[in-house]
């Protein structure tokens, strides 16, 4: 087991109101093994497709991601990168997928244009060469007739097989990470199961390293080998995936479980989550669920670390401590 | 090129812009082979004869040293349309290269390139422009150019500054940086074509503007130099003899004002088709 991708203390600031910066990610840790598929789940504004923009340093400005951050691929320490160094690695060590493939394709370039613009920004060969190869990479994510494809341009496809160009693209110079920020979310069910089933085919015969990022539980089960749960800018519970869906601890990840429909079992009623996540420029003290939590009590005015639930299975809540408080 | 084609077909389908085009169409094809067809503007068969009033030899009259006015508008046009066209390709281009490099970079070099184009847009371009041409006497048509160009750029600056400053956070820009595209290739493969739109807009307002201007300068004698025709010197020379033969000044004149009304009339209707909320 090798670790491709390092996350330590990852902090992301931007300027607010009255000189204050603030914090939508804050304090992120996770490690990714080759090969191994990772979800990073939690809902809109938790601070997830800030971490993996942060991964490249493509944080919008005016944000910036705060020293005593640490990103390591490798050898590689990617936060003291820049200028060319840094475009180096964007592509090749990490491929990116972005949840709208609608928006994420240059509307007046055709396909092959664009996959061939990441093979040629990386790789040295003739035009026709990366032709051939944008070819088979379109064959390769199961795109029917690629040569035809290859001269279309991004309104004359599907939302699914644009998304697919997508994958073509963000494969195009062969990374060992690939990272999907809700790669299905702007996808029909059945086009979705598609998509994951490329994704997963293309993991398994290119050995990538995935990180996931989703809020829909149902594509994390069966597919990632670890999920890292976060609210508010922080990890709050991290587990391999078996053990996390056996045995949810963390109240805010309960809940996310509570909140989905289930088919198999006894009919009950959802139980969605109150209320809404925090702004970002007022995170809540102590721990940032309780305003929301319906375990809360008075230690959970101190802001928790991480803490152990069981081995390799970690939340930020002080039920940790009192697991018989922590019964459904 | 497409979104160019695209708002150009646009602008024809425009009643207005139809007509400015045609107009313009006309006034090039004239500048172009009219010179030709035409008697020599320099040439002055019958001096003593003096001005003469519009007639058969001479459509449009001849002016006080018996030049064609018909052959010395045609030229003029040749003269004031090429100053024109040039000097806006430079301004464009300038303009186009800091707005895109502002822009896109931002910080530092936005921070000084802007704060520069604020100081430069503070001085009147007609202070700038009268203030060299009033130390250089006889001033070459390039160098005309050249000056004119160089002074027209700022406000086009800010334009493309300002769109690309909104491309920037588009989705496909951001998936470009993070596929490892050079800069170089984003801000000509991914921005410039998006700003070309707004780009030919300003340009084709910006050569009523620039004909305005040179026949400005001209008209001070201080622009195109004699025995050149333009048509802000014709008009100039016209003067003494306004009363005794206005055709002298008329001709030049209404070529100025339709071809600015027409540029205008053009740019207007481009402006609708690349920005349809702005109309």
Redesign the interface.
Known sequence: MSRVLEVRDLRVSFPGPDHRRFYPVDGVTFSLERGKTMALVGESGSGKSLTSLALLQLVPSPGRVETGSVIRMGETDVLALRGEALRRIRGRRVGMIFQDPMTSLNPVFTVGDQIVEGILAHFKMPRAAARERALQLLQEVGIPDPSTRLKAYPHQLSGGMRQRVMIAIALSAEPEILVADEPTTALDVTVQAQILEVLDRLQESRGMAVLLITHDLGIVAGRADRVAVMYAGQIVEEAPTARLFANPSHPYTQGLFASVPRIKGPLRRLNPIGGSIPAPTAWPSGCRFRPRCPKAFDKSELEPPLLTVEPDHQMRCWLAEEPNKNRG | M??VLDALAAAWRHPQGRVGALILLIVAVAAIVGPWLLPDPLSQPDILAGSMPPGLGHPFGTDQLNRDILSRVVTGARISLGVALLAVALSMTLGAAVGLVSGYL??VVDAALMRLVDGALAIPRLFILLLVLAVWERVPVLALILLIGATGWFATSRIVRAEVLRLR????V?????????RR?IIF??LL??VVGPLLVTATLAVGDVILLEAGLSFLGLGIQPPLPSWGGMILDSKEVLVSAPWAGIFPGLAIVITVLSANLFGDALRDAVDPRGA
């Not at chain 2, 956070?169 to 496909?172: G, K, L, P, R, V």
């Not at chain 2, 470009?176 to 595209?181: K, R, S």
């Open positions: 497409r979104p931002g910080g956070e588009e989705a496909y951001r998936a470009a940086e993070a596929l490892g595209a050079r290739r493969r991914h074509p998006n």
